[in-house]
């Protein structure tokens, strides 16, 4: 069966690492022919960035006799910037390292929101955990916020109306539900469970206000979810969710239900002034944490709706690499092989790859 080693290379073309993965794919095709080498882009990207570098590494792949094709990231098919001449299928990454290994969801136990920040200094996030903190809503909230000292400045800008006293306040609310810290790398912040989470969290709570990234930028590319709506979802949870506008619509299109039937603001989704979108967005989880506590049965079909549309698309996902790698003589777990880059199921070639890259 065809031997397939994976590399991401989104972002990681320079010079020394472009002739390095040349050199490590020279000494593989010395031991077998029957390799496909497979690049992954799991995150956003401009898939023409290194249109002329790919090509060539195809040819040059090609050229030893091996095999060569390309997986991006799902919504980077909405770009409409291809690759001719290039074998490419687009895989939802998120979605299949959301649910691969996740925990089994927890009955429910709690009535709070389920807010999770991550990295505070997106202009959306650390503005609208303040919302709750000044108009004294805190007690409908399970929250995390960690601001480190290399970035505290830059937060509080996006706050500016704080007065000392309540920033120090605000300041007193850090803190994870699930204990978890994130790391700290210079002046930036990384948590990025995909499926490495207390399933607690969410049985602790009853609904989720979704943090989504590029809050301020909407265009085809921003417009769709991470692991953090797919984990609500995973979950068993309604939300309302702070992305780009048009998120909402883009999940329709999908099959989601996005449960702006039952909110006071239900177009907030396609409101483009930021700071009014993100007031929307206060009123409604408010608005859908009550519907949710008094009649949680009104959300119930919609929220199982889409726990068995996660499901289906996973499969999907799977099912789309899995006749892609048999095209080209693989006929193993498609997981796996999808896993291989990010080191969640690694072997000796990968982590070659890895090392080199």
């Given at each position: 069966?065809?031997?397939?080693?994976?590399?991401?290379?989104?972002?990681?073309?320079?010079?020394?690492?472009?002739?390095?993965?040349?050199?490590?794919?020279?000494?593989?095709?010395?031991?077998?022919?029957?390799?496909?080498?497979?690049?992954?882009?799991?995150?956003?990207?401009?898939?023409?960035?290194?249109?002329?570098?790919?090509?060539?590494?195809?040819?040059?792949?090609?050229?030893?006799?091996?095999?060569?094709?390309?997986?991006?990231?799902?919504?980077?098919?909405?770009?409409?910037?291809?690759?001719?001449?290039?074998?490419?299928?687009?895989?939802?990454?998120?979605?299949?390292?959301?649910?691969?290994?996740?925990?089994?969801?927890?009955?429910?136990?709690?009535?709070?929101?389920?807010?999770?920040?991550?990295?505070?200094?997106?202009?959306?996030?650390?503005?609208?955990?303040?919302?709750?903190?000044?108009?004294?809503?805190?007690?409908?909230?399970?929250?995390?916020?960690?601001?480190?000292?290399?970035?505290?400045?830059?937060?509080?800008?996006?706050?500016?109306?704080?007065?000392?006293?309540?920033?120090?306040?605000?300041?007193?609310?850090?803190?994870?539900?699930?204990g978890v810290t994130p790391i700290v790398s210079g002046s930036s912040?990384?948590?990025?469970?995909?499926?490495?989470?207390?399933?607690?969290?969410?049985?602790?709570?009853?609904?989720?206000?979704?943090?989504?990234?590029?809050?301020?930028?909407?265009?085809?590319?921003?417009?769709?979810a991470t692991e953090k709506t797919y984990k609500a979802i995973n979950?068993?949870?309604?939300?309302?969710?702070?992305?780009?506008?048009?998120?909402?619509?883009?999940?329709?299109?999908?099959?989601?239900?996005?449960?702006?039937?039952?909110?006071?603001?239900?177009?907030?989704?396609?409101?483009?002034?930021?700071?009014?979108?993100?007031?929307?967005?206060?009123?409604?989880?408010?608005?859908?944490?009550?519907?949710?506590?008094?009649?949680?049965?009104?959300?119930?079909?919609?929220?199982?709706?889409?726990?068995?549309?996660?499901?289906?698309?996973?499969?999907?996902?799977?099912?789309?690499?899995?006749?892609?790698?048999?095209?080209?003589?693989?006929?193993?777990?498609?997981?796996?092989?999808?896993?291989?880059?990010?080191q969640v199921a690694p072997n000796t070639l990968t982590e070659k790859?890895?090392?080199?890259?």
């Open positions: 069966m065809t031997q397939v080693v994976t590399f991401d290379f989104g972002g990681k073309f320079s010079p020394v690492s472009y002739e390095n993965l040349l050199t490590s794919i020279a000494v593989l095709a010395k031991k077998s022919k029957d390799v496909l080498v497979l690049g992954c882009r799991e995150e956003d990207c401009n898939p023409l960035e290194h249109y002329a570098q790919t090509l060539a590494l195809q040819e040059h792949i090609h050229n030893l006799g091996m095999k060569f094709c390309v997986f991006f990231n799902f919504y980077t098919q909405y770009t409409q910037e291809h690759l001719p001449g290039i074998d490419v299928d687009y895989i939802d990454f998120m979605l299949l390292k959301t649910i691969h290994n996740a925990p089994a969801p927890v009955a429910k136990q709690g009535s709070r929101i389920l807010f999770l920040i991550g990295k505070p200094d997106r202009p959306h996030r650390a503005p609208l955990l303040y919302k709750f903190y000044e108009r004294e809503q805190l007690d409908k909230l399970s929250w995390s916020l960690f601001i480190p000292v290399q970035i505290e400045n830059q937060v509080r800008k996006l706050i500016p109306h704080a007065a000392d006293q309540q920033w120090q306040e605000f300041m007193q609310l850090q803190g994870s539900p699930d912040i990384h948590v990025c469970n995909y499926c490495d989470y207390d399933a607690k969290i969410f049985a602790d709570t009853s609904v989720s206000l979704v943090s989504e990234s590029m809050f301020e930028q909407s265009n085809a590319l921003t417009a769709r979950n068993r949870h309604p939300f309302v969710i702070a992305g780009p506008a048009g998120t909402l619509e883009r999940l329709q299109s999908l099959g989601y239900k996005t449960f702006e039937k039952h909110l006071p603001n239900p177009g907030y989704d396609q409101e483009v002034n930021n700071d009014i979108r993100l007031e929307l967005i206060y009123e409604n989880i408010l608005a859908l944490h009550k519907l949710a506590t008094e009649h949680p049965e009104s959300l119930a079909n919609d929220i199982e709706h889409n726990y068995t549309v996660n499901k289906q698309r996973y499969q999907q996902q799977l099912d789309r690499a899995a006749a892609m790698l048999a095209k080209y003589g693989y006929n193993g777990s498609a997981i796996d092989v999808l896993m291989l880059h990010d790859f890895m090392e080199l890259v």
